[in-house]
């Protein structure tokens, strides 16, 4: 809980439209992907990533988390994205094709290499795998722990599913298991868990409903293909205003069960306890970041003095 | 030449007449009396109808030199000018002066009577091709720019006498009683009519729908109407209105439109009795569309919605989230099938609209307004008329009536537009004052003029992303680089007049 941070939105942009790339600042997502891969034909591969690391230098107001999706490692843009791409200083790299915890130590030991070249701190340079495959879903425990670069297991349900040779729906019944399993890996490594996109960009019901089995099942934050679609998502995650209420209740109720010397205290005849005080933190720093409550809730309040 | 106190340099006097530079949007106070019209007498028995445009012409007495006016409410379908000014020239007059409330693309067909000299000038702006010409020196007439208001204001003192005013009637009796909501040209409100109807020497009723008397409702009397003529077709109805507005898509005008509607809502004007106007292009809808959802969110009950009015805003009057809609133009299909059967959609003329020359004008009673941008100074200046190649391709409209009228005036606009900021040292023409402005809306930023120290705070306090404008522009600058200024040579094509008659700018002529 030390390193939370709001990424509710990760939206997608393709690294080759210079059009879209300058309207990055603008947009409210928690975060955006530059795409360099499907986005981009190949025949745009090396103008597009000399495009987006002059956008990356010129965007000295950085005002949302950046990552570049880079094309696959085993292809031969991929070392060529990273080399041209890292000294413009992005803050991660969302990795596609994460099959196996190998791929993403490959990736951690290039980074490291990027970064002592660039003479950065070592670790600056975080991490998002894509797990789209079967294989990916069967190896989603070791891949969540196979690097401590990784802040987010990201599920992508469109190369998922042609893996499987199935097709997508609207209801996504077919996703489901594959989306339980990357979530357990997630929460079980102690990481976020990133839903995939949903297509449909004017479907603004479909995505409000995907959007909300996802986060009831867990998942923190979704991917977007389009601007339209980050109000409805951040709407989705907004916590309900009695939540709100209730969270800081628990944090005024744990407050004062630590006056009295205890860690744990009855509010409205519910035990509150160390989970529960978790879980209101939780609330509430999602709540400030919609604007929901003036301060941020400090650690302190949380699990007591030292 | 005289500078205004916006520093744009005024000639003394332009075709003929001695201009007033801009001072302020305030100070400029009326005299005399109100423009006086013939009286006129007209017996049981005689009959108004005559057989056709040029049969009318010809009873109107019109002679060389004479002003004629239409209005447009037939906007770009409308038929009615070219086909009165081919008369004219056919007729053998010459000189006639346009004093038609706004002249569109479609009108671009009486180019060659301008040229050949049977038009001698526009005493009111020009849509399109004509000022693109005009503004490369190929058409020799002056042209003076009037807003809503302004040209209302300017008919009811005389400064603009109109000899004969052909009014295109969508619905009329033989006896000039007319309306606009029926038929197969139906536009819904003659706002831009009335003024004309009240005023010209001559009012001559064009209608493609002559229906049994009495023509109800009855929106301009038989006592003021003259003759009466039929025509074919007053219009291209697919022209007239849109069948529908739509609300952007695109990211960018829906973040200016969420911001908007935000600055709207830390205004504090947001409450019972709210009254608001809107145009019909897609971030403005966008707008109406928050607006909407804000409304029915606090419960609140709005006073009135304003000017030229859409779909939109006839879903928010039947909604229950308006009490009235105040229609000087209907902008689609929706908005002219409310006019003729929702008792709380007025009508109104564009004197009641916008005029400052009178007992006081519906825009005064306006909380907020939405407006668009060609370009804005760091003065809050704003620029409508003239695109960024220097040509007039736009009129003036209600822009500079409602910035003066309402409490809150926001301006719209992406900060790029065609690759070039929307934020200039100076923008190329002045159509409405920065001192009337309130705000400008950008996706990259808000800024907020000096006059709104409240609300500047309250947007930051709100985490609204509040720039200063010079920001703003260096920001947009960074991204388009610093456009290269246009050369105009000295000779002016047409003049910017303010709403109270005295001169805002001047149009010169593009160097090519």
């Given at each position: 809980m030390g390193d939370f941070k709001l990424r509710r939105s990760l939206l997608y942009v393709p690294g080759n439209m210079p059009s879209m790339l300058q309207n990055i600042p603008i947009f409210n997502c928690d975060a955006v992907i530059i795409d360099?891969?499907?986005?981009?034909?190949m025949s745009e591969k090396d103008a597009a990533r000399h495009l987006v690391k002059h956008f990356l230098m010129n965007y000295?107001?950085?005002n949302k988390e950046l990552l570049v999706r880079i094309n696959p490692l085993d292809s031969k843009w991929g070392y060529e994205d990273l080399k041209v791409v890292l000294p413009a200083l992005p803050d991660g790299i969302r990795l596609p094709?994460?099959?196996?915890?190998e791929i993403v130590e490959r990736l951690d030991t290039l980074l490291t290499e990027f970064e002592e070249e660039l003479d950065l701190e070592i670790g600056r340079f975080r991490v998002l795998p894509s797990l789209e495959s079967a294989l990916a879903i069967i190896n989603a425990v070791g891949i969540a722990n196979s690097s401590q670069r990784i802040f987010a297991l990201a599920f992508g349900a469109e190369d998922y599913t042609a893996s499987m040779e199935i097709e997508r729906t609207k209801g996504g019944e077919e996703l489901f298991n594959a989306r339980t399993r990357v979530l357990w890996a997630a929460k079980a490594a102690g990481i976020q868990a990133i839903d995939t996109i949903f297509?449909?960009?004017?479907?603004m019901e479909g995505l409000k409903a995907e959007t909300e089995l996802a986060k009831r099942l867990g998942y923190t934050g979704k991917c977007l293909v389009n601007p339209r679609q980050i109000e409805v998502v951040h709407d989705v995650f907004a916590p309900k205003k009695e939540e709100v209420d209730y969270a800081l209740q628990v944090i005024e109720a744990i407050q004062r069960a630590r006056a009295l010397g205890t860690g744990v205290i009855s509010l409205k005849g519910k035990m509150v306890d160390a989970p529960v005080v978790k879980r209101a933190a939780r609330v509430l720093r999602t709540a400030y970041a919609h604007g929901m409550v003036d301060t941020l809730i400090d650690e302190e309040a949380i699990h007591g003095a030292q | 030449m005289a500078l205004n106190s916006l520093g744009r340099e005024i000639p003394a006097s332009y075709a003929g007449r001695t201009l007033t530079p801009y001072r302020d949007p305030f100070s400029n106070q009326p005299s005399g009396l109100a423009a006086p019209r013939p009286i006129t007498r007209v017996n049981p028995?005689?009959?108004?109808?005559?057989?056709?445009l040029r049969e009318a012409i010809e009873a109107s007495g019109l002679k060389d030199g004479m002003t004629i006016s239409t209005h447009h409410a037939l906007r770009n379908g409308d038929y009615l000018l070219n086909a009165v000014v081919n008369e004219i020239a056919a007729l053998g007059i010459r000189g006639i002066w346009i004093a038609s409330s706004s002249v569109h693309p479609v009108h671009a067909e009486i180019i060659p009577h301008i040229k050949s000299g049977v038009i001698a000038g526009f005493q009111c702006g020009v849509n399109g091709l004509i000022g693109e010409l005009a503004s490369k020196g190929e058409l020799q007439v002056p042209i003076i720019v009037r807003s809503h208001g302004g040209r209302a204001r300017a008919i009811l003192e005389g400064s603009v006498k109109i000899d004969v005013s052909f009014i295109a009637a969508p619905c009329c009796d033989p006896c000039g009683n007319l309306n606009g909501y029926f038929g197969p040209s139906a536009c819904g409100s003659l706002g831009y009519a009335q003024s004309d109807a009240l005023h010209a020497a001559c009012v001559v009723a064009v209608t493609d729908n002559l229906v049994p008397y009495p023509a109800v409702p009855v929106v301009i009397p038989q006592t003021l109407v003259d003759f009466v003529v039929q025509v074919e077709r007053l219009g291209d109805p697919a022209k007239i209105v849109s069948t529908t507005t739509r609300i952007t898509t695109d990211p960018v005008g829906l973040q200016i439109a969420s911001y908007a509607a935000q600055v709207i809502e830390a205004s504090g004007l947001l409450q019972d009795g709210f009254s608001f106007q809107t145009g019909s292009g897609g971030i403005s809808l966008a707008v109406a569309d928050k607006m909407r959802s804000a409304m029915r969110r606090g419960n609140i009950k709005g006073s009135f919605g304003c000017g030229g009015i859409t779909g939109y805003f006839v879903g928010m009057l039947e909604e229950g989230l308006f009490s009235s809609l105040m229609d000087v133009q209907c902008f689609d299909t929706e908005a002219v099938r409310s006019i003729g059967v929702n008792q709380a959609h007025q009508e109104i003329s564009a004197d009641l609209y916008a005029n400052p020359f009178n007992r006081g004008a519906v825009v005064n009673r306006l909380d907020c307004v939405i407006l668009g941008a060609t370009e804005v100074d760091c003065n809050f200046n704003v620029n409508v008329n003239t695109e960024s190649n220097g040509y007039l391709l736009h009129n003036t409209g209600g822009h500079s009536d409602t910035a003066a009228g309402a409490k809150l005036s926001i301006i719209v606009a992406p900060s790029i537009r065609g690759r070039l900021p929307i934020v200039r040292d100076q923008v190329t023409t002045i159509t409405t004052p920065g001192e009337t402005i309130s705000v400008v809306v950008t996706e990259r930023g808000i800024a907020v003029h000096d006059r709104h120290p409240e609300l500047k705070e309250e947007l930051i306090r709100r985490k609204?992303?509040?720039?200063e404008i010079h920001d703003l522009q260096k920001e947009t600058c960074r991204i388009t680089g610093t456009p290269r200024p246009l050369d105009f040579e000295d000779e002016i094509v047409a003049l910017i007049e303010y709403r109270d008659g005295s001169i805002i700018d001047v149009v010169r002529r593009v160097k090519e």
């Open positions: 360099l891969e499907d986005a981009v034909p000295t107001e950085r094709k994460a099959d196996t915890p297509a449909d960009v004017n479907d | 028995g005689t009959s108004k109808l005559v057989g056709s609204l992303p509040v720039k």
